[in-house]
């Protein structure tokens, strides 16, 4: 999903910095934009479907995909055995352009859907364009030869900090996962109970 507006506004609506920049905004601004964004009664008048369907919206951008894409991660989740919040937030951790971001290799989720668009990313040594791409257990994810003298991707490696599952080779611009993501180990801000709720009205 390609997203051209303002990221620091949208950040700021969801409560969630989608950029390095709108990380550093809202350590100043950290309420919502617009005239009533300073009020403390605002989401205290939340319903429970506003409190779901923000929470469902949170989640979408984080990883920067469309509600069509959103649903079917759902669906899939829910058809499957176990927990549908852990199937949802596995599933959702293990796309491509998720990893390439969460890994160290881009700074925000949308630079690492257009990395991986643009043919810079490649999986076991294969090319890989497509950021909904699955990436498995043992899976090595990696900046292609001839890209990995441009800058962008040794500057985001410096400040990488990948979570417990992914391992990251700053020489070799290489990302390993090491295991299955595990909610609770996920770094996105997200009350996942609540997007279950939402979609399962």
């Not at 303002?6 to 309420?31: C, D, F, N, W």
Request: with cysteine; charged share 25%.
């Amino acid at each position: 999903m390609k997203y051209n507006g303002p990221k620091i506004k949208l950040s700021r609506q969801l409560g969630v910095p989608l950029t390095p920049k709108a990380s550093k905004y809202m350590e100043r601004k950290p309420h919502p934009p617009g005239a009533h964004g300073l009020s403390r009664n605002r989401r205290q008048k939340m319903s429970d479907y506003k409190r779901q369907l923000v929470e469902k919206q949170r989640l979408r951008w984080q990883y920067n995909i469309s509600e069509k894409q959103m649903l079917n991660y759902y669906k899939k989740a829910a058809q499957k055995t176990g927990n549908t919040a852990e199937n949802l937030a596995t599933a959702l951790e293990t796309r491509l352009d998720a990893i390439v971001y969460r890994g160290g290799l881009a700074r925000s989720i949308f630079a690492a859907r257009q990395y991986v668009t643009h043919g810079h990313i490649e999986v076991n040594g294969k090319r890989v364009n497509i950021p909904s791409y699955h990436v498995k257990v043992n899976d090595v994810v990696s900046v292609r030869q001839k890209s990995r003298k441009i800058p962008m991707f040794n500057d985001a490696v410096k400040s990488s900090r990948p979570p417990e599952y992914v391992s990251i080779s700053k020489p070799e611009l290489s990302i390993t996962l090491l295991s299955a993501p595990e909610r609770e180990n996920i770094p996105v801000i997200c009350e996942f109970p609540l997007v279950i709720e939402y979609y399962s009205r």
